[in-house]
């Protein structure tokens, strides 16, 4: 099993630390799945913490200059990891104006992964800073526990207003109660709302549209034949969802979250060659 890789380029350089601290925000460890082209991030809490879980992929070809990896054996050509992100996140930062970043799987006196930070320096010989990150190897007899969560069949699909908007609006209803409930219609309509005994606040958004998800890709959904006003809606723990949005640090080119309603909240955030889901259940 062996894993070594290498950025050169600044801007993917810090466009992949940005998406590490995204993680590092939504999850306090999580899964590292390496294949040969692509690299996941995956994280399921449990069921008795409210169980959000998170699915990260990104191609391995838009960030890294090299990239060589051997699974645990030529069938399964995979290796999966457990670390904690806000580690990897502070190695990163500490590379910002790095000639290369190299990143190793490494077996000293545990499993880490290595990341060394080739940093400018005034004379001719090299700064290298190593930072060494403890890692869990996942056996292969657990990696089913890890398979991307089914799109659920959702009764409505809307985008998302401007993220740092929304965001705004869920910090200022957080100090009113723990939980919000988001409802939205095929109308391009979407509404925060928070009830408690004392208050009810709802923020309205307008003219978001609806992705065209069912008419495409012959994907059925529970959307297709809904009355376009009637709304479906999901109350959620208001910390997970501002958890989500104070974490952005991808910027979507595509926003968009499916309702199933009051079952769950599933978010998707798309970037050129990102894409970011979080599924938040809805609370009984």
Request: aromatic share 8%; glycine share 4%; hydrophobic share 45%.
């Amino acid at each position: 099993m062996r894993f070594r890789a290498k950025i050169v380029d600044l801007a993917c350089l810090n466009h992949f630390s940005r998406i590490i601290n995204t993680i590092a925000k939504l999850a306090k460890t999580c899964i590292l799945r390496l294949t040969v082209c692509k690299l996941y991030f995956i994280f399921s809490d449990k069921v008795a913490n409210g169980g959000a879980s998170m699915w990260c992929e990104l191609s391995q070809g838009n960030f890294f200059d090299e990239f060589q990896m051997e699974g645990v054996a030529a069938e399964h050509n995979e290796i999966y990891l457990e670390f904690v992100p806000e580690n990897l996140w502070r190695a990163l930062k500490t590379a910002q104006s790095a000639k290369a970043v190299k990143i190793k799987l490494t077996n000293k006196h545990c499993p880490c992964l290595r990341v060394a930070v080739d940093l400018p320096s005034l004379s001719s010989s090299s700064r290298i800073v190593t930072h060494d990150i403890p890692v869990g190897v996942i056996p292969r007899r657990m990696w089913n526990d890890f398979r991307e969560p089914s799109v659920p069949d959702f009764d409505v699909s809307i985008y998302l207003p401007v993220l740092k908007t929304m965001k705004s609006v869920v910090e200022r209803m957080k100090n009113l109660s723990n939980f919000i409930v988001i409802e939205a219609n095929l109308s391009g309509e979407m509404n925060l709302k928070i009830e408690t005994d004392l208050v009810s606040v709802t923020t309205h958004f307008k003219d978001l549209g609806n992705p065209p998800w069912a008419s495409e890709d012959g994907c059925q959904s529970s959307a297709q034949g809904r009355d376009l006003e009637s709304m479906a809606e999901a109350c959620i723990d208001i910390k997970k969802l501002q958890q989500l949005l104070a974490g952005q640090q991808v910027n979507p080119t595509k926003a968009l979250c499916n309702i199933v309603h009051k079952r769950i909240v599933h978010f998707v955030l798309l970037h050129e060659e990102v894409s970011l889901q979080y599924f938040i259940p809805a609370t009984a």
